[in-house]
């Protein structure tokens, strides 16, 4: 299975700011998805991500709030912009190696918006 | 409409006891299935996937598949403390991107 690894593990932002999150795959994978988890609910799908094509995003997530990059096989960044504390949640990287592996995520990033 | 529905919400068993989780897909589409769990400050991590009619067994946990009717139940039987945590349905589906769709979970609780 593939090890994601996401920066940063939490980070506090001021209201109307933009905040990256990056993760990092330590194997080639052809889609990264993006969730959004508020505490202790759901994993909510916000988008999926292909090497050198726009993102696809879930209702309700649109690329000008929440752009995402993947300019190659190991590496995606999730922006959140213009932050609003209703932003505030734990978002997650994931993927897998093969269509039978298992889904991994990474760790999260916790986003609290003040 | 949730395409992944989840019962209970929340459940409590003593240790030693038979925890059951269900799930049930709503959509045709989305017919491939995992159970995650998710402890407190950690991501989810995968605990077994089915595919297919009938039981998968990995230890302690049973899945069991009905895709005529798209349920599947999770058994974890001699529950332990540390199964204490948010378990997750998960639904993929058949298309070439696959997303995985999570249903709302069920915290479980194993008391000592």
């Known amino acids: 299975s593939v090890l994601l690894y996401q920066k940063p593990n939490r980070d506090i932002c001021q209201s109307g700011t933009s905040l990256k999150i990056q993760c990092v795959a330590d194997?080639?994978?052809?889609?990264m998805f993006w969730y959004q988890q508020f505490q202790e609910q759901s994993l909510m799908l916000m988008a999926t991500a292909n090497e050198g094509s726009e993102a696809t995003y879930e209702s309700g997530f649109t690329k000008d709030k929440f752009p995402i990059s993947r300019p190659n096989l190991t590496f995606s960044t999730l922006t959140v912009n213009n932050a609003r504390p209703g932003d505030s949640s734990i978002y997650f990287c994931?993927?897998?190696?093969?269509?039978?592996?298992?889904?991994?995520f990474g760790s999260g990033t916790r986003l609290l918006v003040i | 409409q949730q395409k992944v529905q989840q019962s209970p919400e929340s459940l409590s068993v003593p240790e030693g006891g038979m925890a059951s989780l269900n799930c049930t897909s709503s959509d045709r589409n989305f017919q491939y299935f995992w159970w995650y769990r998710q402890h407190s400050g950690e991501g989810p991590k995968a605990l077994m996937s089915i595919f297919s009619d009938g039981d998968k067994k990995e230890g302690r946990f049973t899945a069991h598949l009905n895709k005529a009717s798209l349920h599947v139940s999770l058994h974890i039987r001699d529950s332990q403390p540390s199964d204490s945590a948010l378990y997750f349905c998960a639904a993929s589906e058949t298309g070439n991107t696959r997303k995985l769709i999570f249903g709302l979970g069920t915290t479980l609780q194993v008391q000592p």
């Open positions: 194997s080639q994978v052809v889609s």
């Open positions: 994931s993927s897998r190696v093969t269509t039978n592996s298992d889904y991994t």
